[in-house]
């Protein structure tokens, strides 16, 4: 897989362009070596064996390829994983209440700690088109709509601590349900 760009790369910043179908084969290739490498990053043996950051998505901008599909390695219970491609996603409904992630929201391409809370929805649909061009509906919930939404971020040239309020990172945390 191509290196995974760091914060001070100023490619993150770029606004990710739709992609076109049929998908290339280097996007084919991009996309199932993201998701090997999520779902390797994310059991400990081969994390530890590869030296790989866990990760739970990651979107093609990551790797300065400025088009919008991003994907997500969720292990929804012990050593079983459910993997999302979604190309070209638009958020079309959210819910009223905000959440966050109490330790801290984290990113491959943020190599350090960052201190603050990232308000995000706690439930969100978002559509799109799967890898053969079939549009797709996802309903995300929890830490599967806070992964969605930051990697939605990534294509709009937004990475997560830019929602971090600068003077006060912990401001209307008593507003919001920490998870």
């Known amino acids: 897989m191509k290196d995974i760009l760091d914060e001070k790369d100023k490619r993150l910043r770029v606004i990710s362009k739709d992609v ?11 996309i199932n070596d993201m ?15 590869y030296n790989l950051r866990p990760g739970m998505g990651l979107s093609a901008i990551q790797l300065g390829i400025a088009k919008r599909y991003f994907v997500v390695v969720n292990e929804y219970d012990e050593g079983k994983f459910e993997n999302y ?10 819910s009223m209440e905000k959440i ?7 990113c491959l391409s943020v190599n350090r700690e960052v201190d603050g809370i990232v308000p995000r929805y706690a439930r969100i649909t978002v559509e ?3 890898e053969k061009g079939n549009k797709i509906r996802v309903r995300a919930r929890e830490e599967l709509a806070i992964a969605f939404q930051h990697e939605i971020d990534h294509l ?5 601590y830019d929602h971090i309020d600068k003077k006060n990172p912990f401001k209307d945390s008593d507003k919001y349900r920490a998870i």
Request: a negative charge.
């Open 20 to 30: 076109v179908f049929p998908l290339t084969k280097e996007d084919k290739k991009n």
């Open 35 to 49: 998701l090997e490498y999520l779902k390797n990053s994310q059991i400990e043996e081969l994390s530890e064996k």
């Open 85 to 94: 491609v979604i190309i070209n996603p638009k958020i079309v409904s959210t």
């Open 100 to 106: 966050y992630v109490e330790v801290g929201e984290g």
């Open 128 to 130: 799109g088109f799967d």
């Open 156 to 160: 709009n040239g937004i990475l997560f």
